[in-house]
């Protein structure tokens, strides 16, 4: 049997493009239409050190530390995308009164079920389109909470405008990377 040389290699000889994603986040679509940047978080696996006279000895540990997913996006003009981060936020730390939670699981603009017991989290999907600008590969994160908003800057000083982007950094438990129809890629 004759086994040809290029069984071995890629079959898609296309690039990845770093403007083909579109970014969705469950709880909150204003910030999914106006994201600007998204990357996959990284991923780290622990090790356990074997000691020996020589030389320690690393092995493969048990546990993964998945790296903080972080967006930007532009800032509406009436910083309505950028105002909901803010809220998730302030409802999450309750910085003047436990009625700020309150409010951020009550609220009645948010898209999630009422009564839902994980309302202050939201699940969020990174779509990476191929070449086409079709949906190739879904990047799904589970149980996504905000941990920090960046600042805006207003200088009269300016002599271009440059529209306000925000950064907003999330915590997670997981992310899946699947194909278009929700299969595991191998």
């Known amino acids: 049997m004759t086994v040809s040389p290029f069984r071995n290699q890629i079959q898609n000889r296309n690039f990845l493009s ?5 970014f969705k986040l469950g709880k909150e679509p204003k910030v999914s239409f106006f994201c600007t940047s998204a990357r996959i978080p990284e991923l780290s696996l622990q090790t356990t050190i074997q000691p020996t006279y020589l030389k320690d000895i690393d ?5 993964l530390t998945y790296g903080d997913l972080t967006l ?14 803010h809220n998730w936020l ?3 730390g309750f910085p003047e009164t ?3 939670y309150v409010d951020l699981i009550s609220d009645p603009t948010d ?3 009422p009564g839902d017991i994980k309302r202050e989290y939201s699940d969020g999907s990174l779509s990476i389109l191929n070449s086409n600008f079709r949906v190739n590969t879904i990047v799904k994160f589970n149980d996504l909470f905000p941990i920090s908003l960046s600042s805006l ?3 009269t000083a300016a002599t271009d405008v440059q529209y306000f982007t925000a950064e907003a950094t ?7 990377i699947t194909d278009s129809d929700g299969r595991t890629r191998l």
């Open 90 to 92: 302030t409802g999450l």
């Open 170 to 176: 999330f915590k997670y438990t997981v992310y899946y």
């Open 98 to 100: 436990t009625q700020d």
């Open 72 to 85: 930007r996006f532009l800032v509406d003009e009436n910083m309505e995308n950028y105002m909901k981060i």
């Open 111 to 113: 898209v999630t079920q």
């Open 153 to 155: 800057e207003f200088d």
């Open 18 to 22: 770093p403007v083909g994603f579109e």
């Open 59 to 63: 092995f493969p540990g048990e546990k």
